[in-house]
T-cell receptor
Framework: DAGVTQSPTHLIKTRGQQVTLRCSPKSGHDTVSWYQQALGQGPQFIFQYYEEEERQRGNFPDRFSGHQFPNYSSELNVNALLLGDSALYLC????????????FGSGTRLTVV | KQEVTQIPAALSVPEGENLVLNCSFTDSAIYNLQWFRQDPGKGLTSLLLIQSSQREQTSGRLNASLDKSSGRSTLYIAASQPGDSATYLCAANSGYSTLTFGKGTMLLVSP
């Protein structure tokens, strides 16, 4: 049973560029959430997708956008990259409004130079 | 707004010791609380999930407790091993399908 798969594992981008990160949820899950984890900090909630719609959003600017596809996979897009966007981006999958917790992927390490 | 605090921020113990990691949250109206392990530069591995109606959960050498009324959870690790060295994160699910994380406790178990 495949867990959550994220790609790429590492990425280096230049300030001002755009980036797309990808996530495939655990088999059987229909909800994808994205988190940003800066060095030495706990993950911070970016947004959540269910039924191809953004359902919840954390305190992140509109430069952060996403998409969910009919197969439940998801993309996170970040425009006009800033140095402060350098972080580990984590994808978590779950069942919508389930009490059974979240499964996280291994993350994408984004470095903005 | 839910806030989660973890104490201590770092902990260093010799192999074989029993230890307790603490997690506190400000809003007691949680659905569940989840403990995760994170190795350096890696993703999160779920250790234990405690539902709001439960008092504790156990998995092997790990035991997690939950006291909603006081806004506290503890993770007890018995007979620690060097392989337990990692950062331990707790996360409160307050509904709206999002998790609020603490900053974690960095654990080092020396041989």
């Amino acid at each position: 049973d495949a867990g959550v798969t994220q790609s790429p594992t590492h990425l280096i981008k230049t300030r001002g560029q755009q980036v797309t990160l990808r996530c495939s949820p655990k088999s059987g899950h229909d909800t994808v959430s994205w988190y940003q984890q800066a060095l030495g900090q706990g993950p911070q909630f970016i947004f959540q997708y269910y039924e191809e719609e953004e359902r919840q959003r954390g305190n992140f600017p509109d430069r952060f956008s996403g998409h969910q596809f009919p197969n439940y996979s998801s993309e996170l897009n970040v425009n006009a990259l800033l140095l402060g966007d350098s972080a580990l981006y984590l994808c978590a999958s779950s069942l919508w409004e389930s009490i059974y917790g979240y499964t996280f992927g291994s993350g994408t390490r984004l470095t903005v130079v | 707004k839910q806030e989660v605090t973890q104490i201590p921020a770092a902990l260093s113990v010799p192999e074989g010791e029993n230890l307790v990691l603490n997690c506190s949250f400000t809003d007691s109206a949680i659905y569940n609380l989840q403990w995760f392990r994170q190795d350096p530069g890696k993703g999160l591995t779920s250790l234990l999930l405690i539902q709001s109606s439960q008092r504790e959960q156990t998995s092997g050498r790990l035991n997690a407790s939950l006291d909603k009324s006081s806004g506290r959870s503890t993770l007890y690790i018995a007979a620690s091993q060097p392989g337990d060295s990692a950062t331990y994160l707790c996360a409160a699910n307050s509904g709206y399908s999002t998790l609020t994380f603490g900053k974690g406790t960095m654990l080092l178990v020396s041989p």
